[in-house]
Structure formats: structure tokens, C-alpha cells
């Protein structure tokens, strides 16, 4: 059956990095499109970055531009997610998400915690 799992995330200070991987089985994972998605206390699940299935294209979300690159690696099956310059905003359950498309059924990791704080 299809697995996502997540790991990586941890407790980091303001400005701190962290590199998220979301291993994945169960499915022809170079030819689905991967994401990353976060969800903080209190608000609804959002879309942070995505990458195509060749990672021809790549997509984020306006707050992480210019500090967060996914890629993917699909010869081990694996996503990940580089956080830089990482702010308190950044807190969140982080979620590995595997689709076919943009509307398929989603397959979804457990997620990670990251926390941003001093």
C-alpha cells in the first residue's frame, strides 16, 4: 500500500535551517506530483511547495519563496523540503502529499513537527 514518511523536523531558532524528507513506497513515485503542505495551531492545512514529477516545475506558496527549495530524488523515492532563514510563523505539522495530478486522490504522510522559536 501506499507510505509516506515523513521526518526531519525538530525544534530550530529564528533564522535556523532544517531539511524535511518524506521517504515514499507503494506506488510509481517518479510519476506522481509531490508537495509539501503545513498545518499550524488553529488553522487549516496550506499548500507550501510542490514539484512536478521530472521536477521540471516547481511551485510555493508566497511567504516561503526565496527560503524553502523542494526537490526530489526519484531514484530513492524521496522528497524533500530545505527551510532557510526559518521564522515563528514557519511552526507547524508539516505533510508529505503524493497525487497523480493537481486533482487526484491524494495519498498523505503523518507529518512532522517543526517549531521555530528562541
Known amino acids: 500500500q501506499v507510505q509516506l514518511v515523513e521526518s526531519g523536523g525538530g525544534l530550530v531558532q529564528p533564522g535556523g535551517s532544517l531539511r524535511l524528507s518524506c521517504a515514499a513506497s507503494?506506488?510509481?513515485?517518479?510519476?506522481?506530483?509531490m508537495s509539501w503542505y503545513r498545518q499550524a495551531p488553529g488553522k487549516e492545512r496550506e499548500l507550501v511547495a510542490a514539484?512536478?514529477?521530472?521536477?521540471?516545475?516547481?511551485n510555493y506558496v508566497d511567504s516561503v519563496k526565496g527560503r524553502f527549495t523542494i526537490s526530489r530524488d526519484n531514484a530513492k523515492n524521496t522528497v524533500y523540503l530545505q527551510m532557510n532563514s526559518l521564522k515563528p510563523e514557519d511552526t507547524g505539522v508539516y505533510y508529505c502529499k503524493a497525487a497523480r495530478t493537481r486533482t487526484g486522490i491524494p495519498y498523505w504522510g503523518q507529518g512532522t513537527q517543526v517549531t521555530v522559536s528562541s
Open positions: 507503494g506506488f510509481t513515485f517518479s510519476t506522481f506530483l
Open positions: 514539484v512536478t514529477s521530472g521536477s521540471s516545475v516547481t
